[in-house]
């Protein structure tokens, strides 16, 4: 039997989505993050020795990361589906880039806007707030925001030319990019890229998506 262990606010979601794609028998672990902070609890260590999520298990074997998931996945169980065409070549190097796109490129951006945002909010002493404040928000001024807006009109563009990423059926690589996606919309003003708010829509309208929010709730972003 395969199961995910599913941390809430986590990107374990996009797993349950590639599950219910496939259409494969699963169960769910839950997982609950310690209130107030966004650490993961001491028992999925005991699954994975970095005790992060999403992480499977199909037997004896133990599968973490969501792409290595994605593609094991697809390899015993995909039958070629979700996938490009063999002979389809600029399919298959679209695939490959926004496979690796997601975390290698467009997340670590998202994780340093949320970074720098929070730092303004957390306690400190009085007289270390302003300059922590200045700092932040000058590093989210000159170099997150600005890097995050080159993504968001890159993808834009590539959205108005592809209903899907690699092209006009979706494929793994838009299930890898959900998790970016989705959290663009959490923190972002989208009212500029309607290409973008058109695929999170067509996104979250696809039936195995809403039987993962059905089992697992809506995707929770931490903000």
């Known amino acids: ?6 941390l809430e606010k986590s990107r374990s979601h996009r ?7 496939l259409g494969l028998d699963y169960q769910i672990k839950f997982y609950q ?7 993961a609890p001491p028992e999925l260590k005991q699954i994975h020795p970095l005790g992060k999520s999403p992480v ?14 994605i593609e094991y996945l697809l390899q015993r169980y995909g039958e070629g ?31 340093m806007k949320l970074v720098f945002t929070q730092i303004a909010k957390r306690p400190m002493p009085f007289f270390v707030k302003p300059v922590a404040k200045g700092i932040s928000s ?4 000159t170099f997150v925001q600005p890097n995050l807006d080159t993504h968001l009109g890159f993808i834009e ?13 979706l494929t793994a690589a838009d299930v ?12 972002s003003d989208l009212s500029a890229y309607p290409a973008i708010q058109a695929y999170n829509q067509r996104l979250q309208a696809d039936p195995a998506w809403q039987k993962v929010v059905t089992k697992a709730g809506p995707l929770q972003i931490p903000a």
């Not at 000058?138 to 001024?141: D, F, Y």
Request: glycine fraction near 8%.
């Open 1 to 6: 039997m395969l199961t995910i262990h599913h």
């Open 15 to 21: 797993i349950l989505w590639m599950l219910e794609l």
């Open 33 to 39: 993050r310690a209130p107030g902070v966004l650490l």
């Open 56 to 69: 499977i298990t199909d037997g004896e074997l133990v599968v973490a990361e969501s792409g290595a998931i």
């Open 81 to 111: 589906r979700f996938q490009p065409a063999a002979d389809d070549l600029q399919g298959w190097v679209d695939y490959r880039y926004w496979l690796h796109y997601a975390e290698g490129s467009l997340m670590p951006v998202l994780l």
């Open 138 to 141: 000058k590093v989210l001024e």
């Open 157 to 169: 563009q590539h959205l108005k030319q592809h209903q899907w990423f690699a092209g006009d059926q």
């Open 176 to 187: 890898q990019m959900s998790f970016p996606m989705l959290a663009l919309a959490g923190r």
